[in-house]
């Protein structure tokens, strides 16, 4: 199992108490009698899959995501989503494209096979308006583009992304990539923040990098960016697009290749 500190949350729905666990479970607790209403798994512990972070109920749904996806292994990383009063598997969107699926073309054509990351180990937020959930993604696994057989072109969806997925069906209204092909652990994994400000329904959300950037949540259009800190893995930020640029040396990185980066 993975090998995690305590939970950062759990969920409490109705009468239930809903838990995950360090070794991918969730569980659901009477909340007057503590006793077990319904167990699941969400994935296969023994592989290494596991949780930090706990649920969120949405739409009587219980959606929770998934860490332990940096090992080349047939089982992918995805979001999940229980019904919150039985534990049954509603659906689920993988976070890693497969060569058959949308986005499986960003992958440099490599086996689904070695195809890693994307794991969410920050809890999702949830629009009850557009019945949409945010969710955040880590990077591409292992780090090291070149280790992948990979190169910096080679994005990787739906890695280091803004995923905006409907929760009655689990699919995907939009994506933004804030990061593509990225070998630094910069995480865009982190609490997607949900304001309004007049008629504008915008998400906010922010990497290691600490580059805030905000969206419209409705459309996934960028808006904008700030820089809240230093940070020199970017050359630049396009303004109008959000798209970055490495920097010229973390472009050519190769194997064994040491790479200062803040």
């Known amino acids: 199992p993975f090998d995690s500190e305590d939970m950062r ?12 666990t360090t070794d991918a479970r969730l569980l659901a607790l009477d909340a007057r009698t503590g006793e077990k209403v319904w167990e699941v798994e969400i994935a296969d512990g023994s592989k290494g899959f596991g949780n930090s972070s706990g649920p969120i109920v949405a739409d009587g749904k219980v959606i929770q995501g998934l860490l332990g996806c940096s090992r080349y292994i047939e089982d992918d990383c995805y979001i999940s989503a229980h019904d919150a009063n039985t534990g049954e598997l509603a659906w689920r969107f993988n976070t890693i494209a497969e060569s058959d699926q949308p986005g499986g073309d960003t992958w440099g054509g490599i086996e689904d096979l070695f195809r890693a990351g994307g794991e969410t180990w920050i809890t999702g937020t949830y629009d009850p308006e557009l019945n949409l959930t945010y969710w955040g993604t880590a ?12 190169s910096i072109n ?17 699919e995907l209204d939009w994506y933004f990539q ?24 915008l998400v906010f959300s922010i990497g290691k990098h600490g580059i805030l950037w905000k969206h419209d949540r409705v459309s996934g259009e960028f808006i904008s960016h ?23 040396d973390i472009q050519n990185a190769q194997i064994n290749e ?5």
């Open 139 to 150: 990077q591409q696994k292992p780090w090291m583009p070149a280790s992948r057989s990979l």
């Open 258 to 262: 040491w790479i200062s980066v803040c």
């Open 154 to 170: 080679d994005a990787g969806l739906f890695t280091n992304s803004t995923v905006a997925v409907n929760v009655e069906n689990g």
């Open 9 to 20: 949350n759990i969920a409490i729905y109705n009468d239930k108490i809903i838990h995950a």
């Open 226 to 248: 700030q820089e809240t800190i230093f940070q020199n893995a970017f050359s630049n930020i396009d303004p109008e697009t959000g798209a970055v640029t490495y920097r010229q």
């Open 178 to 201: 804030h990061v593509p092909a990225e070998a630094l652990d910069l995480d865009e994994v982190f609490e997607r923040v949900l304001i309004d400000r007049g008629d504008d329904r």
